[in-house]
């Protein structure tokens, strides 16, 4: 929690230019603060021009304000430096995988804290102390351990990198300025830094907005899925609902439909019998009368044969059913009764018994015709032929 709380500190307490603890600490005109060397050697470069703009926030000033230390600021610093020793614990000083080691430790090396630009070094707590306390390190920049010491400074001069060229796109020391890279446009690192930062905030900024749009359809997409699976859930739950009532109406129906058919076969039937008595009576009487018509034919009383001759001529003859009569008959008959009987709107039966053929050979053709209107599914419509 300590090594945490002075992390936080120092960072806050950092130049934003050399990104180390402010050293003799100087405050702008806007309020930002910097190492006294760190903002001279930035408002060096701008002389020539006589407009001097603060690294951070790009301020402008006219002329060249006169900077002065911040003896609060600076005690702040010192009292973070020592808190910073203090902090770091016994069981962590020794370097391991990925740490900087200390150039001055021998046998075991202890972990660097920080590096010296000057010296070209790195240095552990302990060793680091006389940076703190000799003036004559006074001078010396003093960073964050880092293993890429010889990548900050240049080859040719033996300096810190502290200009970037921007006509080579590369860093350079003061003295490059009056060589090779002279008349090149170069600004200090801090500035190309605050450049670079601004563009990458924008390209942040943009893609914080792309983030947001693709979030926005993703969003938009979820609710489309949950809008869909809710509709077909309806439907389906809505079919289900529809063709079980369909179900139990057609088997409610069937069975309706059989009774009637039952009841009209046990009618027709009936009647049907009657007519077959009347036509076996009417069978037996035309040959009882054959009978008696075959011994009159043998009888020698000439006046008996007229007298029953003229008789059996002037009997009424029986009544003659037609089998194709009857046929008719009962075919319009269960027509008349199955059209009369009442059925549900969303389902129309119509059953039709056609008896065909000899008199006892019948065909039964039924016909359902099944219309169905629903909201969800539209018209049905299911015919079928038995």
């Known amino acids: 929690m300590a090594e945490a709380r002075v992390s936080e500190d120092q960072d806050q307490l950092s130049c934003p230019v050399c990104l180390d603890l402010l050293k ?22 701008h002389d020539q021009r006589g407009v001097y703009s603060c690294p951070q926030c790009r301020e402008t000033f006219t002329p060249r304000p006169v900077l002065r230390r911040n003896y609060m600021l600076a005690a702040v610093v010192e009292k973070l430096k020592k808190t910073e020793l203090q902090a ?15 150039d001055f430790c021998t046998g075991r090396k ?16 302990t060793h680091i ?31 810190v990198f502290k200009i970037f060229c921007r006509t080579d796109q590369s860093f350079i020391c003061y003295l490059c300025t009056m060589d090779e890279h002279k008349g090149h446009d170069t600004v200090s690192a801090a500035a190309e830094r605050t450049k670079k930062q601004t563009e990458l905030q924008e390209d942040q900024r943009k893609h914080q907005q792309r983030i947001q749009e693709k979030e926005k359809k993703v969003q938009e997409l979820k609710q489309a899925v949950d809008t869909l699976k809710r509709s077909a859930q309806a439907a389906v739950e809505d079919s289900e609902r529809i063709f079980t009532e369909l179900i139990c109406s057609i088997e409610k129906k069937r069975c309706e439909v059989r009774d009637l058919i039952r009841d009209q076969e046990k009618a027709e039937l009936s009647r049907a019998e009657g007519l077959l008595d009347q036509l076996e009576q009417e069978i037996a009487d035309l040959k009882r009368r054959d009978t ?15 007298q029953v001759t003229n008789s059996v001529s002037a009997t009424e003859e029986p009544a003659q059913v037609s089998v194709m009569t009857l046929h008719k008959y009962l075919d319009r008959k269960f027509d008349s009764s199955v059209s009369a009987y009442p059925f ?15 008199a006892s050979s019948y065909t039964c053709s039924i016909i359902l015709c099944i219309k169905l209107l629903s909201p969800t599914l539209g018209c049905l419509c299911v015919c079928l032929s038995y």
């Open 24 to 45: 003799d600490p100087v405050a702008t005109n806007c309020g930002h603060s910097f190492c006294m060397v760190c903002i001279n050697d930035c408002w060096d470069q």
């Open 88 to 102: 770091a614990s016994p069981v962590h000083c020794y370097a391991g995988p990925g740490d900087v080691e200390c």
């Open 110 to 125: 202890h972990k660097a804290i920080k590096s010296c630009l000057v010296c070209l070094a790195s240095f552990c707590e």
């Open 129 to 159: 102390r006389p940076h703190y306390q000799s003036p004559a390190f006074k001078k010396h920049t003093l960073v964050k351990a880092s293993s890429r010491l010889q990548e900050m400074f240049c080859s040719q001069h033996h300096e």
């Open 292 to 306: 008696e018509l075959e011994q009159l034919s043998h009888t020698e009383d000439h006046v008996h044969f007229l």
């Open 344 to 358: 549900s709107p969303a389902l129309i039966i119509v059953a039709r018994l056609r008896i065909t053929g000899s």
